[in-house]
């Protein structure tokens, strides 16, 4: 694999992979929740756990 360090998430490009590293624990962030998710799609999501909680 080749690649270099990226200090700043500006830096990231869509359509690329990459590999992300630190000292953290591991946080699992549901993908829905993403700014990059849009709002309608979490709205819906956000309905879904309302009713799944009843």
């Known amino acids: 694999m080749d690649g270099h360090l990226l200090d700043d998430s500006k830096n ?3 359509n690329y992979f990459y590999v992300a590293a630190g000292l953290e624990s591991f946080k699992s962030i549901p993908y829905w929740k993403s700014s990059w998710v849009p709002s309608e799609v ?3 999501r956000l309905k879904l756990l309302k009713k799944s909680m009843r």
Do not use: T
């Open 12 to 14: 990231l490009q869509d």
């Open 42 to 44: 979490q709205q819906h």
